[in-house]
């Protein structure tokens, strides 16, 4: 039974939303009668619509508006995500399976900008759950202290280039914060769309961040998701980066069972990030592109690229640099995700010189 304060909270949220300007997937697919039909609800973990939905409902300026508490809940309440999914990822329908795994042959990459003329970094990351665990707005105390065990864990048994240190957030000093904040690295707590998902309970607690000592492969553990592995480095070869990415999660895996389905490849918190949960960007300096921002967005979008702010979603372009990212990782494999940012940014610097 959902409980009758939950209840009151969905009815008077849907209210809102339902009269808001809100552009977001969860206001265009959530209609009445589906509200109805889902409002009482609950996966295994105790997840509730709300649980889902809470956070669209707060912020109407999302984009997606909903997050799955736990893994059931793509299941559970799938009458709602399949057509987000199916929308945010370019026509995934809820018949389409993702296909296995698939690095490709991680040679093909080279580097898209040797002159250094355009490219200021580049970065290639993907999202991981631990098998048997719920995600953030479920999990205990417990279970996140238990999990960063697990994870610091495994990670120290990293070697190579990969080889490097654990920082839990707990008990972490102001300098060592300071310093992982300066070089972009530590996440904080706090970004409304996660707080208002219940994403960020007991915080600090199991949260930490590894990186390897040369500041190119970092592992995020439990902010949005139980792991985020991330490979990055100034300049533009993208060969490098895939590469080293590769060989990290191909090396964490065989430690750690991580969250799969077959329809729709690995489990993560939210909607946009299933599948090959790959995002390979660059920051990107094409000021004459930057003055024609119509042409910019049309390239992107035949590339299926996504064009952010510097900052990231829900920031402005610094200096005209722009992070700029492959938008699909649904119904393709890993390999094929990257590629399509390989050539759309070839294609990008490639009208910038001419223009």
């Known amino acids: 039974m959902v409980e009758q304060a939950v209840l009151d909270k969905l009815e008077a949220g849907f209210k809102k939303l339902a009269a808001s300007d809100s552009k977001s997937l969860l206001k265009k697919y959530l209609t009445q009668e589906l509200f109805d039909n889902l409002k009482t609800k609950k996966t295994s973990f105790g997840s509730t619509l709300l649980d889902v939905i809470q956070s669209g409902l707060e912020n109407h300026d999302s984009g997606i508006g909903i997050y799955a508490p736990d893994a059931e809940a793509y299941t559970v309440f799938a009458e709602l995500f399949d057509p987000i999914i199916e929308d945010y990822h370019s026509g995934f329908k809820k018949t389409d399976r993702h296909p296995p795994k698939n690095w490709g042959d991680v040679s093909v990459f080279g580097n898209l900008d040797p002159a250094n003329e355009y490219i200021v970094s580049t970065r290639v990351r993907c999202g991981r759950s631990l098998e048997g665990y719920p995600f953030n707005p479920c999990l205990t105390e417990e279970q996140y202290k238990e999990m960063e065990q697990k994870v610091s864990g495994t990670l120290s048994g990293l070697e190579g280039e990969l080889?490097?240190?654990?920082?839990?957030?707990?008990?972490?000093s102001k300098d060592v914060q300071q310093k992982l904040i300066d070089d972009h690295f530590l996440f904080k707590e706090g970004?409304?769309?996660?707080?208002?998902?219940?994403?960020?309970?007991?915080?600090?607690t199991g949260r930490g961040i590894y990186h390897n000592d040369n500041k190119t492969f970092l592992v995020w553990c439990n902010e949005e998701d139980h792991l985020r592995i991330i490979s990055m480095q100034m300049g533009g070869d993208l060969g490098q980066v895939y590469r080293r990415l590769v060989t990290a999660v191909n090396d964490i895996e065989k430690r750690i069972p991580f969250s799969?389905?077959?329809?729709?490849?690995?489990?993560?918190?939210?909607p946009t990030n299933l599948g090959t949960t790959v995002r390979a960007s660059v920051h990107i300096k094409v000021p004459k592109l930057a003055s024609n921002k119509a042409k910019l967005e049309e390239v992107a979008a035949k590339y299926n690229l996504q064009v952010r702010g510097t900052r990231g979603e829900h920031t402005e372009a610094e200096g005209g640099i722009y992070d700029i990212s492959n938008k699909r990782r649904m119904g393709l494999t890993e390999f094929d995700a990257v590629k399509e940012m390989y050539d759309g940014i070839a294609e990008i610097i490639k009208i910038e010189r001419e223009l």
């Open 191 to 204: 970004d409304r769309f996660l707080q208002a998902a219940n994403a960020c309970r007991f915080w600090p």
């Open 163 to 172: 080889k490097g240190t654990f920082y839990p957030l707990t008990g972490m």
């Open 260 to 270: 799969h389905n077959d329809r729709l490849g690995f489990l993560t918190f939210c």
